[in-house]
Nanobody, 123 residues
């Protein structure tokens, strides 16, 4: 069982940057591929980025160039840096983990989920 806890969300202004963190309880965190998703009110959960156990990354076209996913296996933590935030980035952001080693964009491929952190971008 893996327990994931996101942090770093909050209220920011358009154009700001924000870094989200996701701390994992897994002893073998480095064996998990990790991903970030978001869900806005009334919308489906959307894939943003994923990172493999060795650091290969994969991004959704909608955010490519504005977000960066990274991981620190010594801290059991995965990060999502978001730049040039827009009001349409307002959503709950979720961290997810999967026991496979590669990157996957589908939420159904992930076994573990955090509780989410709210990001609100004001115009």
């Amino acid at each position: 069982q893996v327990h994931l806890v996101e942090s770093g969300g909050g209220l920011v202004q358009a154009g700001d940057s924000l870094r989200l963190s996701c701390a994992a309880s897994a002893r073998t965190f480095s064996h998990y591929a990790m991903g970030w998703f978001r869900q806005a009110p009334g919308k489906e959960r959307e894939f943003l980025a994923a990172i493999s156990w060795i650091g290969n990354t994969y991004y959704a076209d909608s955010v490519k160039g504005r977000v960066t996913i990274s991981r620190d296996n010594t801290k059991n933590t995965v990060y999502l840096l978001m730049n040039s935030l827009k009001p349409e980035d307002t959503a709950i952001y979720y961290c997810a983990g999967r026991t496979g080693l590669d990157t996957r964009p589908s939420s159904t491929d992930y076994d573990y989920w955090g509780q989410g952190t709210q990001v609100t971008v004001s115009a």
